[in-house]
């Protein structure tokens, strides 16, 4: 997992241009005042990229513990942040074992990291991690790419795009028996006259939603909730992100 987004991270905030990452990031802190956790308190990211959702936490005060597998995406992370003179704690670690020294208020894993965890096993480790993190009291909030979203959606398609800085060619083959999309980039990144190319593959699981939520309950969350990306509303048949809350009970 640590070398997928070793091309892919130079290009990643532009191909997700589109993405509201300060409308995502006050969608998670509704949730999160809701359960009377507020700006000053000590939140961990899980899989947190380049940043996107760190920066707008770290802005509206969460005192931010952000956490990646891939060194590339980090040091764009640690370089917007310098940028914007904030301060988060980052640290390169396999998101299954990631030890806190301090338990954190809760814990955040957005953008549907929890996907590239392929087998039960390492869900199970992640989760009992992530309890072991937080405070009683203390809340979870993670989402996935949907069940629906991976077989039907990803599935076997091709997209492709082609600009003057980078063209990227994206293949994807959904395996029935190992509920996998397999999704294979080639990229051509401009590097001053010529281009270089790069081939990447990432592997994503379709995680059935009664799966997680047994698997949240085996690590001893309570108080579980699934919402429609972006509501409180019950997730619909289609619902291509689904967001999970589950909470660690004093």
Known sequence: MSEQYSALAGIYDALMYDVSYA????????????????EGANLLEYACGTGNITLPLA????????????????????????????????????????????????VVC????????LEEDDMRDFFKGVYGNLKNGGAFLFDISSAYKIKEVLG????????????YFWQNSYDEGKKTVTMELTMFLRQGEVYKRYDEMH????????????????AGFSQINQYGFMTCDIPHRQEERIQFVAGKVQ
């Open 23 to 38: 409308g995502w990031a006050e969608y998670l802190m509704s949730i999160l005042n809701a359960r009377g956790i507020r």
């Open 156 to 167: 076997n398609e091709f997209y492709y795009d082609d600009g003057d800085e980078q063209t």
């Open 203 to 218: 592997k994503q699981r379709a995680w059935e939603q009664d799966e997680l939520e047994e698997l949240l309950y085996e």
């Open 110 to 117: 957005a953008c549907d990291g929890v996907n590239y965890l």
């Open 59 to 106: 802005e509206n005060g969460f005192r931010m513990t952000a956490v990646d597998i891939a060194e590339d995406m980090l040091f764009i992370a640690q370089e917007k942040t310098r940028k914007k003179a904030l301060k988060v704690s980052y640290a390169c670690a396999d998101m299954r074992g990631f030890l806190l020294n301090k338990k954190a208020d809760a």
